[in-house]
């Protein structure tokens, strides 16, 4: 059966868009390939009732991007454009060694790290996802397609970011996309508060996109590489080459900008302050309300990272010289030791322990107790204990692909349908808000299909569900 195709692409200077287009016809079927420039992009495959019909689909997609300022091109004519990666070099710490207890090499430069009470979240550069308990043991590895940006949670769900444009949801057995960031932004960082993802990128720009993955607003800072985005009920805070904005949650209003020295290259929040490491070796809280600068910590070096206690009581930070910080709430510094295991890209502090990790791809468990510093300050640390993965942990890739359920097996039935150029999911079991979507996962959408859910949680804010646990094709 013979083929037409379109090939566009649409590439901007300074930075911008840098993707392609590319429409297929086959008989009855239309098939869309999209995404970066030099990459292979996403596909899609609709298909329609007669050839003619999959004809007029395809031109009317052809023409929306032309108009959109795509052009004919040659697929290859064009190179990829390069994804930003933290290239910073780290130089060994002169202070006392740290008391790590373990520490696992994930083989890669990693700066993706999440902790709870149950595990440690750490993903690298090579697209590696680990599980790891607090006591050290490895328990489970997800390979993504691209490197980790960043970890994030947003209540029960674990979110990673990654170098080709897609947030994966990683709550369930299997990676599933859950957002796909437009192929002109390169991200440096994200946060998701209640289904609301916040996208901070080279440019200087702060992104905010809905649960349905659609675009909500988006605002260019006063400086660029924007290295910090904060996410919370109201706002979200965005950290960049001139300082720290906020902007209101809803629709991007503007509401205050503090200038810092130096450029942000991390941030931290907690329920009343945000917290920005700069270059120039400082960490910055500042009041959510009005921007006011309320502390300063100062380092000996570039702060990579930064983090809290609880209503931070100790404020924590990573130096470009494998040196970590603690300071008490006024500023005051109380002790500053040496990692052994590479400068800090991201930290957490949870149960008087700091986990880090670091340029060389560590991730370690540090002691951050009274006693354990106070040896570590007079030269008595313990061996740390090096965890290895076994070789039998399998990679578990993204997929699309179900696993079927049959009537009568527990859970929440719902389904798929189209409402214009977009579908959409709905809870059919009874006991729900009617007209209420639901967020769930990109690539398993098909119209007119049934699934089976573990459960559904209303949002915080409401308006929505969100699925909880795993997704089964209804047969």
Not at 34 to 56: H, L
Not at 294 to 300: F, K, L, N, R, S
Not at 364 to 369: G, H, M
Request: charged letters at 25%; a negative charge.
């Amino acid at each position: 059966m013979a083929q037409q195709g379109t090939y566009l692409e649409l590439s901007e200077d300074g930075g911008g868009a840098h993707k392609f287009y590319e429409v297929t016809v086959s008989g009855a079927q239309v098939t869309i390939t999209y995404g970066r420039i030099g990459e292979q992009g996403q596909t899609k495959v609709a298909a329609f009732a007669t050839p003619a019909k999959a004809a007029a689909a395809a031109q009317k997609k052809v023409g929306e991007k032309l108009r959109k300022g795509y052009a004919a091109a040659v697929r290859g004519g064009r190179p990829p454009r390069a994804v930003t990666r933290r290239a910073i070099v780290s130089q060994r710490s002169t202070a006392r060694q740290a008391p790590v207890l373990w520490r696992f090499a994930s083989r890669s430069a990693a700066f993706g790290i999440f902790v709870d009470q149950e595990r440690c979240w750490v993903g690298n550069q090579n697209g590696d996802v680990y599980t790891v308990t607090h006591d050290g043991r490895v328990t489970g590895r997800f390979q993504l397609p691209d490197g980790v940006k960043c970890i994030v949670a947003d209540d029960f769900w674990i979110y990673a970011g990654a170098d080709d444009g897609r947030v994966y949801d990683l709550s369930g057995k299997v990676p599933r996309v859950a957002y796909e960031i437009a192929e002109d932004v390169d991200i440096y960082w994200l946060d998701i508060k209640d289904g609301v993802l916040g996208v901070s990128d080279r440019a200087g720009r702060i992104t905010t996109i809905d649960h349905e993955d659609e675009f909500q607003w988006a605002r260019k800072g006063q400086g660029e590489s924007a290295w910090m985005v904060r996410c919370d009920d109201d706002a979200v805070y965005h950290g960049h080459s001139k300082g720290v904005a906020r902007y209101d949650a809803a629709d991007g209003t503007p509401e205050w900008h503090t200038p810092v020295q130096g450029g942000v290259l991390f941030g931290w929040q907690e329920a009343d302050s945000v917290y920005a490491g700069t270059s120039r070796s400082k960490v910055y809280r500042l009041a959510k309300t009005d921007g006011a600068i309320e502390a300063v910590y100062q380092c000996d070096g570039a702060v990579f990272s930064c983090a809290a206690a609880p209503d931070g009581r100790y404020v924590f930070a990573g130096d470009s010289h494998s040196s970590v910080y603690c300071f008490d709430q006024g500023g005051a510094l109380l002790w500053k030791l040496g990692t052994g295991c590479g400068s800090a890209y991201s930290m957490q502090f949870l149960d008087d322990r700091l986990y880090i990790v670091t340029t060389d791809g560590t991730l370690a468990c540090i002691d951050a107790s009274e006693q354990a510093i106070l040896a570590a300050q007079g030269g008595s640390v313990p061996t740390p204990v090096d965890v290895k993965a076994s070789a039998a942990l399998p990679a578990i890739e993204p997929t699309v692909v179900l696993e079927t359920a049959a009537p009568g097996d527990e859970g929440v039935i719902v389904e798929c349908v189209r409402e214009g150029d977009r579908l959409r999911v709905r809870v059919i079991s009874p006991g729900f808000e009617d007209g209420w979507n639901v967020q769930f996962p990109k690539g398993v959408r098909e119209a007119g299909a049934r699934y089976l859910v573990d459960g559904v949680r209303p949002s915080g804010r409401g308006g929505f569900y969100r699925v909880q646990g795993e997704v089964r094709r209804l047969l």
